[in-house]
DNA sequence: TCCATATTTCTAGAATTATCAAAATATATG
DNA sequence: CATATATTTTGATAATTCTAGAAATATGGA
């Protein structure tokens, strides 16, 4: 992972609104949930909401899925394990004394 | 982990010249480098330096040592653990398909 | 078609963050 | 003490990010 793509993933978990939709859209799991139910679970108002959810999408840690006029938000699984990867491994270097028992040793 | 804090652990590496710092200091080791020595590593006037020095600490990512004139920046290695733990435990929910091969389950 | 729903885009202003020269602080050395 | 070194603090400006109402877009249903 390039380091400016690093910069945006941390940049898109370093707000309040943001970090919380992205634990909610943990919890909700591969279907994820419509930006309006997220909405009311954040309490925030749509169209803060939709800049954080773009942020989020650039980052690539959620992904969208249109379905009629309503949009599905997801977590992209895939993007926050290279996310995990890059911190665990880039930054952290694979140390145990940074990543304590997290990294399986090559 | 308290969310405001992760916040601002996610914050204080959400800019390029902390990143690098970070970085620089993870493979510096438990001894780290010289505020000067990172100046010149990260190519960053020192006053600026000494402002992204003093995101890093308050995120408790990195620690700082005076000894005599110089002042010793390194790893905060437990902190930098918190972090990890808070990512993949309370942000990931411990989720396999999102930690990958990381996270040993309880 | 007309209306309601779901969401985004636009826009302007508010708030926060980053930059760095200059001045200040602290320590070492001749 | 005087000077050089290492670093921080101050302060002013520049740049970026956040907020949310209003308008626009898109879809579904009566």
Known sequence: ???NTAIGVFSALSQE???DVFQALVKAGPDGMMAGAL????DCPASTLSFHLKELLQA???RADKQGRAIYYAVDYGG???M???L????CDGDPRLT???VIKG
Not at 39 to 42: M, N
Not at 88 to 91: E, T, V
């Open 1 to 3: 992972m390039e380091i």
């Open 100 to 102: 304590g028992p997290y």
């Open 39 to 42: 909405a009311k679970s954040v």
């Open 88 to 91: 665990l491994i880039s930054c």
């Open 60 to 62: 690539q840690l959620i």
């Open 84 to 86: 995990i990867d890059f």
């Open 17 to 19: 609104t943001r970090l």
């Open 80 to 82: 926050v394990r290279e």
